[in-house]
Structure formats: structure tokens, C-alpha cells
């Protein structure tokens, strides 16, 4: 578990109370992991949202496992983003891979706990998803621009 | 407004009770467009939230206004699925815009009535918000494939 007070400091948690940060604090470890680091790959379960506190990290997409397509980079994520959304989205299964590109510090939150919590605690399960749902479109926003770009 | 029975059939509405799709129906319209119609413009203020029953369109970003980019095809919305995502996610302003390609008849959510709905009902909230994070993703892949295949 790590303190609440460092939650706080997030705007994705900003909404909020007291409690509900502390709730959050209790599923939530502080790691860090090397240069190189494979957090996530892609098409296994997801069971970590992250925030990434320190270092930058790419996604990277490797076509499925059907091997069409080798590791094509398709975004990035720099301190202070969530990545592993996928891990409060169904089929809770993750869309790319994720490598850290320098060595990184991370807040890792167990995103079953969680959902349970949003469950119960709808207000503030709203509040989460609705910042899930904009850190992805934000994600979508960047990945249009770029494939018109790569088609132009 | 429209019949709720309309709205229980679709899996984006699964989740919910009768009064909430009640509640749904009175700030829903169901309307057709000709071929060729460009319902959303990116980039310009979201406020409706639709469901396409029937037709097909296409998403196209022209470069967010700066001219770089003239209308590259970035993905499309088949029969069943939600568009103008936009809508419920800030800052809540079109990132593409949607174009029909032969005539469609669509569901309209005044979609500030329906965000409003939610604030209220965070059980209904939740259930929705996940619903749109769960198509944003959905999206996400597929432009994540697309951008892959563009780049290798």
C-alpha cells in the first residue's frame, strides 16, 4: 500500500474524497522496474491500471500473436498518464504491449479490487471510468492523427 | 422521445432497468439522414450521444482545422454501435468527423440531458461510462491495427 497523499497529487483521482482515496491507496503498490521492461504484453490479461510517476514508456503493438506485424510502435505514455486501462475495460484483456524505454517508477493498482470498489462505491466508479474513458479517447485522438498522417 | 423497448435491445443498454430506460427514451430522438450526410464535424462542440440502427459511416479526420491533413479515412461505425463518444467524454468536441455512406437511420441522445441523468443516477452512470470506455477501446485497437499496418 502506499499514502493516500500521493494519490492526491494525480488529477486522474482528483474528484476523489478522503476515504475513497484511501481505499484506493490500500490496493496500490510504489514499483520500479528497469530499462527494457516488458510491463504489459499484449493479449494477456489485465489485471494492473498503472500511473507512471518517473521515465517514459512506449506501446507497442505486435499484431495479435498472429505475427502479421512486428512490434510497430503506436503511442506513448509520459509521467503522470494511466496506462493498462484495459485493465477496467472488458474483455479486461490488454490491446498492445508496453515497454519502458528508461527505467521507470509506477504506482500499480489492482484493477480487480478496484472494479469491486467501483461496484460498491458507484459515485466514485463513475468518476474513475469517466477518467478512463478520456484517457483513452485521448489515446484514440493521438492514434487518428497518426495513422492519417502515415496514410496522407 | 421513442419507445424504451427500442433501447432494451441493444447490448450498450443491457445493464439497465426499466425506469432508467424509461428516463433514457424521453431525452432520445430517432432520426434518418441522407447518403453522404456529415452528422458530426470534428473539432466543433459534441452534445449528442447516437446509436446507428441502420446504414454505415465512416470516421474521417481532416487534420483538426490546421489544414495538414485533408479527410484521411480513420475507422467506421457498423449497425449496433454508439458514435459521438465524444459526447459524454471531456472536453466534449468531436475528435473526427462522421460522414454517412449511404442513407442511416440513427437513435439521438441529447447527450448533457443523459450526462446530467448520470451525475443523479451513478449506478447508471457507471454502467454507461463503462459501456463508452469499453467502445473507445474497442476503436483504439482497431486504429492501433490500422496504424501498425500503415507503418509496416
Known amino acids: 500500500m502506499i499514502s493516500p497523499e500521493l494519490l492526491r497529487r494525480y488529477p ?6 478522503e476515504s475513497q482515496l484511501k481505499a484506493i491507496a490500500m490496493i496500490t503498490d510504489e514499483r520500479t522496474y528497469p530499462k527494457d521492461t516488458i510491463l504489459f504484453k499484449e493479449n494477456t490479461p489485465a489485471t494492473k491500471l498503472c500511473l507512471l ?20 510502435l503506436v503511442g506513448s505514455i509520459a509521467p503522470g498518464e494511466v ?26 493498482i489492482d484493477s480487480i479490487a478496484l472494479l469491486a470498489l467501483c461496484e460498491v462505491d458507484t ?14 479517447l485521448e489515446r484514440l485522438k493521438f492514434t487518428q492523427v497518426e495513422l492519417a498522417a502515415a496514410r496522407a
Open 123 to 136: 459515485k466514485m466508479g463513475y468518476a474513475l471510468m469517466s477518467n478512463i474513458a478520456t484517457a483513452v
Open 83 to 108: 496506462l493498462g486501462v484495459s485493465s477496467m475495460i472488458e474483455p479486461y484483456r490488454f490491446i498492445s504491449s508496453v515497454r519502458a524505454t528508461v527505467p521507470i517508477k509506477v504506482l500499480e
Open 53 to 72: 510517476l518517473e521515465g517514459d514508456i512506449d506501446l507497442v503493438y505486435s499484431g495479435g500473436g498472429e505475427g502479421a506485424i512486428v512490434n510497430a
Open 12 to 17: 486522474f483521482f482528483s474528484l476523489l474524497n
